[in-house]
């Protein structure tokens, strides 16, 4: 046990790695958020509902099916994402033409009724899952435990976020994907079909939301408003970031996830609102965001 | 002159609308297979709403837009891309957030028979040398230029809707144009052509179609070209 400015290790270190922890859903949520608002114009005030409904189906495909966490890792985000592929032909695909406000407000009210529907079902008290078998216990660093299932979710949120920015940035399909949100009309003219790539995107991105909400699971209760609160903090780590710029996404996710650590280490009162904080003076000053492209 | 071949491309009635604007009122014109054809007519005359119209990208269209005996009205644009139409477009549409190789490999084949990256290098060697490139909107125009022409080629469309590949190039690089223009029609490439530059239409096109207020007024062969000076001069003010 040792100390660094006055503040043992034992805090120190374990409230990075709770930083480190959130960040990495602030990574990956923000992450899909950012994919889906690069191609669609739509901020997806769902996304939370949709993680929260990621949490969900885990725990139901466990309890009714046996099929346990790292089955629901593959289901869960298909699952899930091809609920937003519904509700993108359904509803989204006929908001394009109109002001952002009102995608924002059709995510915002549909979040709300899903919310709600769930809470009916489930109550607000939240539903116990099981960490994998295999991800109990933890490795004692000497300075500090570190539990398996941790390190687990940084690592994989990571190795997620990665691959996701290397097909958009690197490969054909995400150069198709970067000239339709460019100029859709065009790329359609050359024979695309960017309504279907429109559809997908907007799937892959709340399937990344699920696909957090199932790694959430072990650690957080399963509880509908699981999401509501996680999601206002995303929109600030959003807005901090720059809308619509990947990279700008995972690498603001995880950093804010530690800053927000860090803070409770040395200013526990200002630890809830530190992001709030940080974004308002980003809007000050850079009202793009950090990595945003100005219009 | 009665032609008896059957048209690649064949217009009738074409108008369309940019919201409430009326803005091509009935354009009549044929293209027929292996022919360059050119559309002249000032500015505003609706010669870009024309290929966008064939395109399908304008907001509302009505009359008839035959291609290789299929009806392309009320198909959208990438049905229409697939037919075997390619579009470069005036404002030529490189991607800035892509390089010039994800540029040039972007428009994917519709069918065989396009250009390789090698003949496409052939015919503009710019490109191979800009191809690390980082990103494509860091050309000169005229680099630009070769680039929106270059992309689709590879595509295997066999019609090519040009909108004014020329505007405001060096005379170097319009030549370079003009010479690739003729090299694709004698490959059997055929194209549409949007000029404002008259001079430069006469090196390549074998037919006119003069436009002014959203319809075709005019139209003559390139062998009836001394003969029409003065209505060309009247038409488009030179
Ligand atoms: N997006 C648009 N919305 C409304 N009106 C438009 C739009 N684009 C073009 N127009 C109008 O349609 C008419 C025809 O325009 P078009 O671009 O087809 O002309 P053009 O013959 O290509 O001219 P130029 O030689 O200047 O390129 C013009 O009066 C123009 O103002
Ligand atoms: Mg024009």
């Known amino acids: 046990?040792?100390?660094?400015?006055?503040?043992?290790?034992?805090?120190?270190?374990?409230?990075?790695?709770?930083?480190?922890?959130?960040?990495?859903?602030?990574a990956l949520l923000s992450l899909g958020l950012a994919v889906i608002f690069g191609m669609l114009n739509i901020i997806n005030f769902t996304h939370g509902a949709q993680y929260m409904m990621g949490a969900f189906v885990a725990w139901f495909l466990l309890q009714h099916f046996g099929l346990g966490y790292w089955w629901s890792l593959v289901i869960v985000p298909i699952v899930v994402g091809f609920t937003g592929v519904v509700?993108?032909?359904?509803?989204?695909?006929?908001?394009?033409?109109?002001?952002?406000?009102?995608?924002?407000?059709?995510?915002?009210?549909?979040?709300?009724?899903?919310?709600?529907?769930?809470?009916?079902?489930?109550?607000?008290?939240?539903?116990?899952?099981?960490?994998?078998?295999?991800?109990?216990?933890?490795?004692?660093?000497?300075f500090m435990f570190l539990p398996n299932y941790r390190v687990w979710v940084i690592v994989f949120s990571l190795t997620i976020c990665l691959t996701t920015w290397f097909v958009i940035e690197r490969t054909r399909l995400g150069a198709n994907l970067r000239a339709a949100t460019e100029?859709?009309?065009?790329?359609?003219?050359?024979?695309?079909?960017?309504?279907?790539?429109?559809?997908?995107?907007?799937?892959?991105?709340?399937?990344?939301?699920?696909?957090?909400?199932?790694?959430a699971a072990p650690i957080y209760n399963v509880n509908p408003l699981m999401g509501a609160d996680l999601i206002i903090?995303?929109?600030?780590?959003?807005?901090?970031?720059?809308?619509?710029s990947i990279m700008g996404a995972i690498v603001t996710g995880f950093t804010l996830g530690i800053v927000e650590?860090?803070?409770?280490?040395?200013?526990?009162?200002?630890?809830?609102?530190?992001?709030?904080?940080?974004?308002?003076?980003?809007?000050?000053i850079r009202p793009a965001g950090l990595f945003g492209r100005t219009a | 002159m009665l032609d008896t071949r059957m048209p690649l491309l064949s217009v009738n009635d074409l108008q369309a609308w940019?919201?409430?604007?009326?803005?091509?009122?009935?354009?009549?014109?044929?293209?027929?297979?292996?022919?360059?054809?050119?559309?002249?007519?000032?500015?505003?005359?609706?010669?870009?709403?024309t290929l966008k119209s064939i395109m399908g990208i304008v907001g509302q269209r009505t009359g008839s837009v035959r291609f290789d005996n299929q009806e392309l009205i009320g198909k959208t644009s990438d049905k229409i891309a697939r037919a075997g139409i390619a579009f470069c477009p005036e404002?030529?549409?490189?991607?800035?957030?892509?390089?010039?190789?994800?540029?040039?490999?972007?428009?994917?084949?519709?069918?065989?028979?396009?250009?390789?990256?090698?003949?496409?290098?052939?015919l503009f060697p710019n490109l191979k040398e800009r191809l690390g490139s980082s990103q494509g909107t860091k050309l000169s125009g005229g680099e630009q230029q070769m680039l929106a022409i270059g992309r689709i080629l590879r595509t295997g469309a066999r019609l090519l809707l040009l909108d004014e590949p020329t505007e405001g190039l060096a005379p170097v690089i319009i030549q370079q144009i003009g010479k690739?223009?003729?090299?694709?029609?004698?490959?059997?490439?055929?194209?549409?052509?949007?000029?404002?530059?008259?001079?430069?239409?006469?090196?390549?096109?074998?037919?006119?179609?003069?436009?002014?207020?959203?319809?075709?007024?005019?139209?003559?062969?390139?062998?009836?070209?001394?003969a029409k000076t003065e209505t060309l001069h009247e038409y488009l003010g030179v």
Not at chain 1, 184 to 210: E, K
Not at chain 1, 235 to 243: E, L, P, Q, R, S
Not at chain 2, 184 to 193: D, R
């Open chain 1, 1 to 26: 046990m040792f100390e660094i400015f006055g503040i043992p290790s034992q805090a120190l270190f374990g409230q990075l790695l709770l930083g480190l922890i959130n960040g990495s859903f602030y």
């Open chain 1, 87 to 142: 509700v993108e032909r359904l509803f989204l695909q006929r908001l394009y033409k109109l002001d952002h406000l009102y995608g924002l407000l059709l995510t915002f009210g549909l979040a709300l009724i899903i919310q709600g529907v769930f809470r009916n079902y489930f109550g607000s008290s939240g539903l116990p899952y099981q960490m994998p078998q295999s991800l109990t216990g933890g490795q004692n660093l000497g």
């Open chain 1, 183 to 215: 100029n859709p009309t065009l790329v359609r003219a050359f024979g695309i079909n960017v309504p279907r790539m429109i559809t997908l995107t907007y799937g892959f991105g709340v399937g990344l939301a699920a696909l957090a909400g199932v790694m």
């Open chain 1, 233 to 244: 903090v995303v929109f600030a780590v959003v807005v901090i970031g720059g809308m619509g």
């Open chain 1, 261 to 284: 650590g860090l803070t409770k280490v040395f200013f526990p009162e200002a630890s809830n609102t530190v992001i709030f904080v940080i974004m308002a003076i980003v809007l000050l």
């Open chain 2, 18 to 49: 940019y919201g409430e604007s009326h803005i091509l009122h009935g354009v009549n014109f044929d293209i027929f297979p292996g022919e360059v054809v050119t559309l002249l007519g000032r500015n505003g005359a609706g010669k870009t709403t």
């Open chain 2, 91 to 122: 404002e030529r549409g490189i991607f800035a957030s892509l390089n010039v190789e994800e540029n040039l490999l972007l428009p994917p084949q519709i069918r065989s028979g396009g250009l390789s990256l090698e003949q496409i290098f052939t």
């Open chain 2, 180 to 226: 690739t223009i003729k090299t694709l029609k004698a490959q059997g490439f055929t194209i549409l052509l949007v000029e404002q530059n008259f001079r430069f239409a006469s090196t390549v096109a074998d037919r006119y179609y003069i436009m002014e207020h959203g319809k075709v007024v005019e139209r003559f062969e390139n062998s009836e070209l001394d």
